[in-house]
């Protein structure tokens, strides 16, 4: 009697909050509709649905009380000022393509969509560009090209630059000038307090260094000055083979990842569909020079392709030729190992052959795919000698391995998830075990319940606290922007 007595008290309260939540976040769309209309998207607005939805995997689409587009620094200081002042709970957006439900949308409260932060500023004498948060890689890419010149940036044009930049960011330049993260200059930030902050190596260090790697922990990025770099011509594309070959490219993988001097220009990702034969396995080769059949691959010469893409072309037609995978939900999982070929071959068995693909098969349109990442020291060392950044990791040389899990109704949402992370699990015992595992989770290939920050060790955890302390005493962006990977 009691006891039912106060569970129906609390499911009270909690109805009696979430309703008066939901009256505040509605109370403050309104107020923004009003003095910041042109801004203010509300859920009976036609662009509303496509909006809400705009995002790479169904499994993040939510329902927002209102999105906001502001189209100024300033604009994006009062708005967060006035969010904060009215404790709604917010999210923040820019490319969307997260695929943690929550980082990038939110059911109620205020969605920030950062789109309307879309130039690129080329200073040909510094060699930097200032970038928009809200922008797309291709947009970035294609400014840059006419001046022959190009950023370390993502490898997919349709991805965000960034929730890509802030997770640390992988590139094809990663082994010449380490991650995408090593090559900002300077982050313009709006704090919880509603302040313009610029954090670089020499003002607001701190922070600086903390955005490398720390994702939507400390404020709300508008512009990112990325380093520039003299790039045009490339060589490359990608080659299929049936997976019947996936015994040899592991094996030329790992002839690849374990020669004396890697070449820097040269990158290589391989992809196969274990759960799709009729895609097979994909191999992304990429040299950054205009030079063809480098040595680099070297390894994977006798492996006769189904069919062969590569070619000489600029490196952004060369990414161009990538496009976004069409998928209905999606998630992923990450992993990190060193280089040894023992471990290379279980890892492979797990993948390719693990008990957990015939399940995902059974799922409706339920389907696999790996993605094998080398990574080389000298990225590493690279990150390091530009001021060195948040992410924790040794400069060895690595593997961080992704696996892409689609399918397509929320009814298989945590059975899709279980069977992934299971796999995952066992490639994380096998390396463990073989005293080959890497303490570092990717965050951008990093599913919602992966430890990502506490892989960053715990005296960067200790430094990242401190700084969040600092610039958002309130912890705005742990309470009210609660989406996402946040400090532990
Ligand atoms: C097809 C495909 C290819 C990919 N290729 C690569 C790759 O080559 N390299 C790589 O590193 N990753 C890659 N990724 C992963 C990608 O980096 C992540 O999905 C990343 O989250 C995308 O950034 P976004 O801006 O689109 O994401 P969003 O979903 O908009 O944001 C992700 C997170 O960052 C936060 N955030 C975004 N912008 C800001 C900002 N300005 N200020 C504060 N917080 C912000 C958001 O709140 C959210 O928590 C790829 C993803 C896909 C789907
Ligand atoms: C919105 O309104 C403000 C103030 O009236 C104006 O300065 C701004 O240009 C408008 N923005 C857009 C995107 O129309
Ligand atoms: C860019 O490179 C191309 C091809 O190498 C060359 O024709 C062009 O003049 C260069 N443009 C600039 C602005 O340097
Ligand atoms: C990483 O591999 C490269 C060759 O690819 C080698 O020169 C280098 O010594 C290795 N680095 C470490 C730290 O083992
Ligand atoms: C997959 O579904 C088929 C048909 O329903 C069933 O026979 C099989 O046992 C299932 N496989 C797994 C691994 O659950
Ligand atoms: C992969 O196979 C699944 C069946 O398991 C199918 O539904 C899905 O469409 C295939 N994916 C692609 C990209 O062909
Ligand atoms: C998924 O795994 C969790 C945790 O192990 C478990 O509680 C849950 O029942 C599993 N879900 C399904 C659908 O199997
Ligand atoms: C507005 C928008 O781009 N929405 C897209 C969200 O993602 C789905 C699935 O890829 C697309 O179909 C929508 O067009």
Redesign the pocket.
């Known amino acids: 009697m009691a006891r039912s007595a106060f569970q129906a008290l609390t499911s009270l309260v909690l109805l009696f909050s979430s309703a008066a939540r939901a009256s505040q976040d509605h109370a403050v769309c309104n107020h923004l509709a009003t003095t910041h209309g042109n801004e203010t998207v509300q859920p009976t607005e036609a662009s509303y649905e496509?909006l809400s939805?705009?995002?790479?995997s169904?499994t993040v689409w939510a329902k927002p009380a209102c999105i906001v587009q502001p189209f100024s620094t300033e604009e994006l200081a009062y708005l967060v000022s006035t969010v904060v002042d009215w404790n709604v709970h917010f999210a923040v957006r820019s490319g969307g393509h997260s695929v943690v439900p929550g980082a990038a949308n939110i059911n109620g409260g205020v969605l920030i969509d950062l789109s309307k932060f879309d130039t690129v500023d080329y200073d040909a004498d510094k060699s930097v560009a200032v970038v928009g948060s809200g922008l797309r890689w291709k947009e970035v890419y294609t400014s840059l090209d006419p001046y022959n010149v190009t950023v370390v940036g993502g490898r997919v044009l349709e991805v965000g630059v960034g929730g890509l930049t802030l997770g640390g960011g992988l590139s094809y330049l990663a082994d010449l000038y380490g991650f995408v993260c090593d090559n900002v200059v300077n982050y313009e930030v709006v704090t919880a307090s509603g302040s313009v902050v610029n954090a670089n190596a020499e003002s607001n260090s701190d922070l600086f260094w903390a955005l490398k790697g720390g994702a939507n922990n400390f404020g709300i990025v508008t512009k990112f000055t990325l380093k520039t770099y003299p790039l045009h011509d490339a060589w490359g594309g990608v080659r299929v083979y049936s997976l019947d070959a996936l015994p040899q490219l592991f094996d030329a993988m790992y002839e690849y990842q374990s020669v004396a001097n890697k070449d820097p220009y040269a990158n290589i990702m391989l992809q196969a569909f274990p759960t799709n034969a009729s895609i097979g396995a994909i191999l992304n080769i990429v040299y950054l020079k205009g030079e063809e059949e480098p040595e680099a691959f070297a390894p994977f010469r006798n492996i006769t392709p189904l069919a062969d893409f590569t070619q000489l072309q600029t490196f952004t037609e060369l990414m161009l030729a990538a496009p976004l995978p069409?998928l209905t939900r999606v998630n992923w999982f990450s992993s990190s190992f060193k280089t040894d070929k023992e471990l290379f071959n279980t890892v492979a068995d797990i993948v390719s052959n693990g008990p957990e693909l015939d399940e995902l098969t059974n799922l409706t349109a339920g389907s696999l795919a790996f993605g094998w990442q080398p990574i080389s020291s000298s990225a590493i060392l690279a990150g390091e000698a530009s001021g060195g950044n948040a992410l924790g990791l040794e400069p060895v040389n690595q593997t961080w391995l992704v696996l892409d899990v689609g399918w397509w109704f929320a009814e298989d949402d945590e059975l899709a998830h279980n069977y992934t992370a299971s796999m995952i699990s066992k490639v994380d015992e096998a390396s463990k075990s073989s005293g080959h595992y890497v303490d570092y989770i990717f965050m951008n290939d990093a599913a919602a319940d992966q430890p990502v920050i506490e892989s960053y060790g715990a005296d960067n955890v200790a430094k990242l606290k401190a700084t969040a302390a600092k610039y958002d005493p309130d912890c705005v962006f742990q309470k009210l922007a609660s989406g996402g990977f946040k400090l532990p």
């Open positions: 496509a939805t705009e995002n790479w169904q069409e």
